[in-house]
């Protein structure tokens, strides 16, 4: 028998499963708290003695951490690379700890849960109905609020603030906001626009919260309700919906006349969404995050141009998408205009 003639390196199968080490890594870390200490330089043995660590698995953690860089070491001495500075430190307005722990189940399906999926069909309704409960939307909220102010606000605002009818808005709905900031962050950038924050009863409280501690509750109305079966209210001149309507794709066309309806004359509908391309194969952060609700059934893709063509079935005109480029990966913008 001759050896094979390898044309190719098996390393980047190999990379994947490092990705998933960093990853277990970066959690436990984070579940260790090791980031907020880190602020300033230590050494492993004074880490180890002010949170009661074993020392030599100690280095060998913070050796694992500084080895994909998200740690940094001096001599005997490790410290916060700028990214864990940013994003890691417990107390900071970008603190992201918490919400990375509540994504990992998304992204590290057990192997022997895939397989048992895929080959006996969706799992019953369990998953389902805890994610329903007001607790769970609750504190997935609160862990959405450093989410938002980490990037994707300043992202909105970018986009919103270049439409050329941008200037002359004076009422804006934040359609599923979620904990609001998005659209806090667009009536904290527009000098005269008021705004409409709209969930779910529970999320509606923590947008509540956060309009209050931003200072713009006298600008910002919080309604809550049901957005397939309720009023969202009328009169608006730009409507946002990020990351939201995944949640509506049995209802999609009368959602679509809803919120035509809710325009004022050349109002503005802008939507971010997942938009997966290439027959649902890219873009790979979006297909990933998506193939458990997938697997369960739930049928919560968004598929390139979809958006796009059920605006224009609604009535919209000068309908535009593009990709663009967030934290989580690229998604898809999409614009549309009432006549």
Known sequence: MDIPDIQRSFKPLQDLLLKKSEANILLAAIELDLFTLLEKTHSAEDIA????????????????????DVIQKD????????????FLVK??????GDYLCASDPWYSIHPEKISRLVRDGPDSGAN??????????EMQTRG?????????AQIVVK??????EYNGFSRMLDLGC??????????????????VLFDQPPVAEVARRCAAEYGVSDRVTVMSGDYLNDSIGEEYDLILASMTLNYALGSFDSLMKKIYEALRPGGVFVTISDGTIRNGTKP????????????????????EDFIANAMLDAGFYKVRSRPVQTPVGEVECTIGKKR
């Open 128 to 137: 389902e109905i805890i994610m329903s409960s007001r607790e769970f939307q």
């Open 144 to 152: 959405s609020i450093n989410y938002q102010r980490s990037g994707m």
């Open 49 to 68: 003695q002010t949170h009661h660590l074993h020392k030599q698995n100690t280095i060998h953690l913070l050796n694992a951490l500084a080895a994909f």
């Open 159 to 164: 986009l919103i603030s270049s439409l050329p």
């Open 91 to 96: 107390g900071n307005d970008t603190y992201l």
């Open 178 to 195: 979620g904990p609001g900031l998005l659209g806090i962050a667009l009536i904290l950038d527009h000098p005269t626009m008021n705004g």
């Open 284 to 303: 790979e952060e979006m297909v990933i995050s998506m193939l458990l609700p997938d697997l369960m059934g739930q049928n919560m893709a968004i598929h």
């Open 75 to 86: 001599g005997d001495c490790y410290y916060n690379s700028p990214i864990a500075h940013d």
